[in-house]
C-alpha cells in the first residue's frame, strides 16, 4: 500500500504543479493565444493526472473508469475549445503580442465565405 500512496501523492502534486502552472499562464502571458495554449496543454495534463490520482486513490473499478471518462473527456474537449478561442480571436482581430511576427492566416482568410486559400506554392509551377 505504501507504494499506491506514493504514487497519489506524486499524482496529486504533478497535477496540481501543472493546474498552478495553467492558471499563471493565463495570468502573465501578454496575449489571448498564447493563454490559451497555456491553459489548454498544462490545464489537461494537470486535471488528467488528478483524475488518475483519485482512481489509483480509491481504487475501486467504477472510480477508475469514471477517472478514465474525464481524462477522455478532457483530451477530447481542450483541444476543439482552444482551436476556437484562437479562431475566434484572431477573426476578430485581437491584437496579438509584438513578439510574434509571424503570421500564416495572413490575406488567405475570406471572412465573407468563410473560407481559407492555401498557401503559395512557392517554387512550384502554378497550374
Not at 485581437?94 to 510574434?100: E, F, K, S, T, Y
Amino acid at each position: 500500500m505504501p507504494m499506491i500512496e506514493l504514487l497519489v501523492a506524486a499524482l496529486m502534486l504533478g497535477g496540481s504543479a501543472f493546474a498552478l502552472v495553467a492558471a499563471i499562464g493565463v495570468w502573465r502571458l501578454p496575449d489571448a493565444m498564447m493563454r490559451m495554449h497555456a491553459s489548454s496543454k498544462a490545464g489537461t495534463l494537470g486535471g488528467s493526472m488528478l483524475f488518475l490520482a483519485v482512481a489509483f486513490g480509491l481504487g475501486d473499478f467504477g472510480t477508475a473508469v469514471r477517472a478514465v471518462a474525464g481524462i477522455a473527456f478532457l483530451l477530447l474537449t481542450a483541444p476543439v475549445a482552444s482551436h476556437l478561442i484562437g479562431r475566434a480571436t484572431y477573426l476578430l482581430d485581437v491584437p496579438l503580442h509584438p513578439a510574434q511576427t509571424r503570421d500564416d492566416l495572413a490575406g488567405r482568410y475570406d471572412l465573407k465565405s468563410r473560407t481559407c486559400r492555401p498557401p503559395d506554392t512557392r517554387g512550384r509551377e502554378k497550374p
